[in-house]
């Protein structure tokens, strides 16, 4: 009788130590990465611990989410590696280096397409997005769930103020790592010049380029407004943030899981896209009062713009990846400004 009442006593005492044990060895980690400085007005790192809080709630732990803002497991293009190979789960990256690893994306980047956010936001949401974002899964094995602003693009420089063109000759203008980049500044008369973003303030600094192009947030993130006197607001491209995850990780979770995590980006992807698009709608106000002279362009001066890049940038981008993509994404766009 006595073992008995001992038995009663261990066993479930044992039970309740080991159990916790049980649980933790089973919590899946995601190591998610961007770039972006850990502090809650940065749109990457404020959907990051939203995305974080969510995931690992919903899930009863059974999802661990570790978040390595500024660049900690290494910079675009190791992180774009690790995601292909696994060694990183999820991450947030930038365009240029997501069109190195899969070629198509760099559509976006044919320049003045969109509107506004709304057009972007449709586009990108709709049967072009989907389409292009379960190619990539089958070409990378990297899957794409949605993409949040990295703002709208605009040309800073620290030289003088550009209103046409003209303003942008004999410039040079640092763009992203990618060849697409290269190509939207060249026909505008300006001399392009790759430099990566972690190496962007002191090229700035150390007049290594004049100027270079980013929407409202990077501005911000990256102090650039420091070195850079001018900016035009002319919205060449609007860039994007991409969610991605290494697809074999996630072909690992359980559908339950998957859920969450399909859910917990969709709430960070409003958190991004929000915080972005309140900077770059508030650009004069922002960058005004860190000292930048800003200069707004009209319809008809953003067509100027327009009309020598768009047309052999569009024509290098069907040369890189076929017309296809090019054709869909236009009619995409067409078929918005009917309805509307």
Same mark, same amino acid.
């Given at each position: 009788?006595?073992?008995?009442?001992?038995?009663?006593?261990?066993?479930?005492?044992?039970?309740?130590?080991?159990?916790?044990?049980?649980?933790?060895?089973?919590?899946?980690?995601?190591?998610?990465?961007?770039? !972006?400085?850990?502090?809650?007005?940065?749109?990457?790192?404020?959907?990051?611990?939203?995305?974080?809080?969510?995931?690992?709630?919903?899930?009863? #732990?059974? @999802?661990?989410?570790?978040?390595?803002?500024?660049?900690?497991?290494?910079?675009?293009?190791?992180?774009?590696?690790?995601?292909?190979?696994?060694?990183?789960? $999820?991450?947030?990256?930038? %365009?240029?280096?997501?069109?190195?690893?899969?070629?198509?994306?760099?559509?976006?980047?044919?320049?003045?397409?969109? %509107?506004?956010?709304?057009?972007?936001?449709?586009?990108?949401? #709709?049967?072009?997005?989907?389409?292009?974002?379960?190619?990539?899964?089958?070409?990378?094995?990297?899957?794409?769930?949605?993409?949040?602003?990295?703002?709208?693009?605009?040309?800073?420089?620290?030289?003088?103020?550009?209103?046409?063109?003209?303003?942008?000759?004999?410039?040079?203008?640092?763009?992203?790592?990618?060849?697409?980049?290269?190509?939207?500044?060249?026909?505008?008369?300006?001399?392009?010049?790759?430099?990566?973003?972690?190496?962007?303030?002191?090229?700035?600094?150390?007049?290594?380029?004049? #100027? !270079?192009?980013?929407?409202?947030?990077?501005?911000?993130?990256?102090?650039?407004?420091?070195?850079?006197?001018?900016?035009?607001?002319?919205?060449?491209?609007?860039?994007?943030?991409?969610?991605? $995850?290494? %697809?074999?990780?996630?072909?690992? @979770?359980?559908?339950?899981? !998957?859920?969450?995590?399909?859910?917990?980006?969709?709430?960070?992807?409003?958190?991004?896209?929000?915080?972005?698009?309140?900077?770059? @709608?508030?650009?004069?106000?922002?960058?005004?009062? @860190?000292?930048?002279?800003?200069?707004?362009?009209?319809?008809?001066?953003?067509?100027?713009?327009?009309?020598?890049?768009?047309?052999?940038?569009?024509?290098?981008?069907?040369?890189?990846?076929?017309?296809?993509?090019?054709?869909?994404?236009?009619?995409?766009?067409?078929?918005?400004?009917?309805?509307?």
């Amino acid at each position: 009788c006595e073992m008995k009442t001992w038995k009663s006593i261990l066993v479930p005492a044992l039970i309740a130590l080991v159990l916790p044990g049980i649980a933790l060895a089973q919590a899946k980690v995601i190591k998610y990465a961007h770039f !972006q400085p850990a502090k809650l007005d940065q749109p990457k790192q404020a959907a990051a611990l939203a995305f974080k809080n969510y995931v690992e709630a919903a899930s009863k #732990g059974s @999802l661990k989410v570790e978040v390595y803002p500024a660049s900690q497991l290494g910079n675009d293009s190791a992180t774009m590696e690790g995601l292909k190979m696994g060694t990183i789960e $999820m991450a947030v990256v930038h %365009d240029g280096p997501i069109s190195a690893v899969y070629k198509p994306f760099m559509v976006y980047a044919i320049p003045y397409l969109f %509107d506004d956010q709304t057009m972007a936001w449709t586009v990108v949401d #709709g049967p072009f997005g989907k389409e292009m974002a379960d190619d990539m899964t089958k070409k990378t094995g990297i899957r794409l769930f949605a993409l949040a602003d990295n703002g709208i693009r605009h040309f800073t420089n620290s030289k003088r103020a550009i209103k046409s063109p003209d303003d942008m000759k004999g410039l040079k203008m640092r763009v992203m790592t990618g060849p697409i980049w290269t190509k939207l500044v060249e026909p505008l008369g300006a001399s392009p010049s790759p430099v990566p973003w972690t190496e962007l303030p002191a090229a700035l600094q150390q007049g290594v380029v004049d #100027g !270079q192009e980013n929407g409202v947030t990077n501005i911000l993130a990256a102090s650039l407004y420091q070195s850079q006197k001018y900016i035009t607001l002319d919205g060449h491209v609007y860039s994007w943030h991409a969610y991605m $995850m290494n %697809d074999r990780f996630y072909s690992s @979770l359980t559908p339950e899981q !998957q859920q969450i995590v399909r859910k917990g980006v969709d709430i960070a992807k409003v958190i991004h896209r929000g915080m972005t698009a309140a900077q770059d @709608l508030n650009a004069p106000a922002i960058l005004g009062t @860190l000292g930048m002279e800003v200069t707004a362009l009209s319809p008809e001066q953003v067509a100027a713009f327009r009309s020598k890049s768009q047309p052999p940038v569009k024509a290098w981008v069907e040369e890189q990846i076929g017309k296809e993509w090019v054709d869909k994404l236009f009619a995409q766009i067409e078929g918005y400004r009917k309805a509307k």
